[in-house]
């Protein structure tokens, strides 16, 4: 990796471009599922490259290649500068960079057990052990247990002298149960949809999930949704755990404040954003207890690192403060033109991919409240959990989020169990109306499906999420 990074560097110099950075990526992972009693899929997966990105008269230019000889190296900064000529001879404006400065660092994931050196049979035993405990209801008529992980090992350098080494490993695991009665069929998942949960750690954290101790409580509440009642329909007090909300936080907050999309960058493939730069520091956007941060730094997020692709140190960046929009993500070349410096959000889908904004790790902070103050002060309510369905339009306004599993509040008290519940609300009115936010079930939420960019980049990010309370929510059944 050494060697041919800085064989990159010194022949795009000698090339005479502007700036230079390359990322030498070597990438492995395993993925496990068994449904059923079966083994689904075993996948193991290996790949490693170089990504190489040139300014050259006021343009970008980015090629990577799999093969990591210098001809080949040479030839790719060739057709990068071509690129970046291209690019410029088009814009329509100047590029304006924050500044870069030289950074030497090394990062690596904090584990106790690295998860590649676990034996597949012990990873195996505890899935399969899952998975029977799933099938002990027999109107479970599908079981699924999933295993997951990865680790990269990136190096970085560029033209004013970079060098930086990041190895991140990500781990996570998940049960599913799908019961039917022949007439319906409904879903409970641990620790969340998405094949579980995820996180920046060793094996310890799959152990740590109890995967085989909650199978029967999510076997049984799959079994019990088939003759609970449908949610009933109208506008309510809403109740939603850190599992829903986290979802909430990713669709209505996190891509409405890439910059990127807010600068209509990504109009023609993915969306725009309803927080337009017009807003920043004056649209009030939830209610005053409402803090959302983007924080690259947090333990164990999925979207932690220390610097970013561009070289930038991660950072943790304020996006809402008592409710009023005050912070995006950006890059280098998204941020001056809104006066700001980048914070630090640049990342790419493994060495084959531009960087580009992305979410980090974006949360909502914890507030004053335990779950039980905020359900026994809830006189009538609704409380939902479990990621089920979701729809937001291309400027993350409107939106529509199904849930697993739902329990009316009474008085304080959850009475009856609910089936197929909605919501639906847009971002600004939903988030106005929160009145109350826990602080003792605050957790990271591990997303491993966040797209976005063309070509498509899927990537892994987390959010804090506790459960919270939102005031005269359009509720309905599904």
Known sequence: MEHI?????????????EYMDVRVSQFIKEEIEIHNGELEKLLYHED????????????????????????EVRKCIVQAIELAKASGSVRQENLALSPIEKAVAEYRTSLKRDPFDVPLAEKMELLEQANAALRVQPEVTVAKSMMYMHREEKLFLNSVGSHIYQETTVVGAGIQAIAS???????????????GNFQQSGYEYIEGLGLVDEAERVAQEAVQLLQADDCPEGVQTLILHGSQLALQIHESCGHAVEL????????????????????????????????????????GGVGTYLYDDEGIAAQRTPLVEDGKFVGYLSGRDTAPRIHKESSGAMRAVGWQNVPIVRMTNVHLEPGDFTV??????????????????????????NFQFGCEIAWEIRDGKRIRM?????YTSNSPEFWSQCDAI???????????????GEPFQTIFVSHGASTARFRQVQIGVS
């Open 5 to 17: 990074a800085k064989f990159a560097i010194q022949e795009a110099e000698n090339l005479g471009v």
């Open 48 to 71: 490693q490259g170089i990504g190489i990105r040139v300014l050259v008269e006021g343009g970008w230019g980015f090629v990577s290649t799999p093969k990591h000889c210098e001809q």
């Open 181 to 195: 009665d022949g007439k319906d069929v409904q879903v409970r998942s641990y620790p969340n949809t998405f094949q």
């Open 260 to 299: 990127d999309r807010a600068l209509g960058e990504e109009s023609g493939f993915v969306g725009e954003s309803f927080l337009t730069s017009d807003c920043l520091d004056h649209f009030q956007y939830g209610s005053e207890i409402v803090h959302l941060t983007a924080d690259a730094t947090t333990e």
């Open 372 to 397: 039980d103050e905020i359900i026994s002060t809830t006189e009538s309510g609704i409380y939902m959990e479990g990621i089920k369905s979701w729809s937001i339009d291309d400027i993350r306004y």
């Open 418 to 422: 609910l089936k197929n519940p909605f």
């Open 438 to 452: 826990a602080h003792d079930d605050w957790q990271l939420w591990g997303v491993p499906n966040c797209g976005k």
